[in-house]
């Protein structure tokens, strides 16, 4: 749920008011989490595939409801719902069409590395905090301070009495983190979340949370301006056909972060799934 690279960031706003203006022109919004950086570039050369033009518009996560709210945008294609981003899509819900499902079980979790075997909750940490300490402070490495999983993770400390700091820093520097823990099987926890490729790169273990610091998990789905079904079906139909698992979708990631290049990595998947990817266009 969350950011990505800097490799990955697109040219922000430019573009934004270039709504489409047939309908064979899509504008798809993205925000810099990884997993919407991978679909996007997914659906982008899958549409161009069935002959439309699509253009990807990176902002601000706030600016991709507004956006498709005032006709900006035609499609995003990752709103977490019921609890994540019901924040985010209140004001606009009159405008707004939310669509199918295309993930199940998306969630924010406090992780540590598989071979952390007596370590299994979040209140294991209690005990074995020494073990975690960073500049002689037990320690668990965040993301930005701004992000929801910031303060999920803030209130998982109070709420487990934890003898722990957040170090926030960014997805990138959290994941150079847990990559050199990793290597040299050291103590580690990260504020983490699923879907995310770090889960087909290493062998990691969400903890327990009976507390629901993290909250109860949620679907990912798509959105669109109101009416946009009827005005576009065959886009509609499509979308709302798709669906991936988690090792799909992890697969996609990994292999767009091993390529370097979202449009190259994103081409290279589509290549090697044509099965399942043509379920999803299949036309009735």
């Known amino acids: 749920m969350k950011p990505l690279t800097p490799l990955f960031l697109a040219c922000g706003l430019a573009g934004l008011s270039m709504t489409a203006s047939a309908n064979d022109t899509l504008t798809i919004g993205t925000n810099n989490w990884s ?12 549409l161009e595939e069935q002959g439309y033009d699509v253009e990807l518009t990176t902002t601000g996560k706030s600016v991709l409801f507004s956006g498709l709210a005032n006709g900006d945008l035609d499609i995003s294609l990752e709103v977490w719902l019921p609890n994540g981003d019901a924040q985010y899509i209140e004001p ?14 998306a969630q924010d979790e406090l992780v540590v590395p598989a071979y952390m075997e007596d370590i299994d909750t979040i209140s294991d940490l209690k005990d074995n905090a020494e073990r975690f300490n960073y500049q002689n402070e037990p ?42 823990a990793y290597a040299n099987e050291e103590p580690i926890a990260v504020t983490l979340w699923q879907p995310h490729w770090a889960y ?16 109860g998990g949620d679907d990912i789905m798509w959105m669109s301006p109101k009416g946009f079904g009827e005005e576009h079906p065959q886009v509609t139909e499509m979308l709302d056909t798709w669906h991936m698992s988690h090792a ?13 290049d979202p449009t190259q990595g994103a081409k290279q998947w589509i290549e090697e799934h044509r099965d399942l990817i043509d379920g999803w266009l299949a036309k009735d």
């Not at 997993?35 to 899958?46: C, K, P, R, T």
């Not at 069409?97 to 199940?104: E, G, I, L, Q, Y």
């Not at 990691?204 to 610091?213: G, I, M, N, Q, T």
């Open 139 to 180: 320690t668990i490495i965040g993301i930005e301070s701004g992000s929801a999983i910031s303060g999920e993770t803030e209130n998982a400390i109070e709420s487990y009495d934890l003898p722990f700091r957040q170090l926030n820093s960014s997805g990138p520097a959290m994941l150079a983190a847990l990559e050199e």
């Open 35 to 46: 997993e919407n950086i991978a679909v996007s570039h997914m659906w982008q050369q899958l």
């Open 92 to 105: 606009y819900k009159d405008r707004i069409d939310v669509h199918d499902a295309w993930f199940d079980g």
């Open 200 to 215: 087909a790169q290493y062998d990691l273990k969400a903890l327990k949370d009976p507390k629901k610091s993290y909250g």
């Open 248 to 260: 799909q979708l992890a697969d996609l990631m990994l292999t767009i972060e091993n390529v370097g």
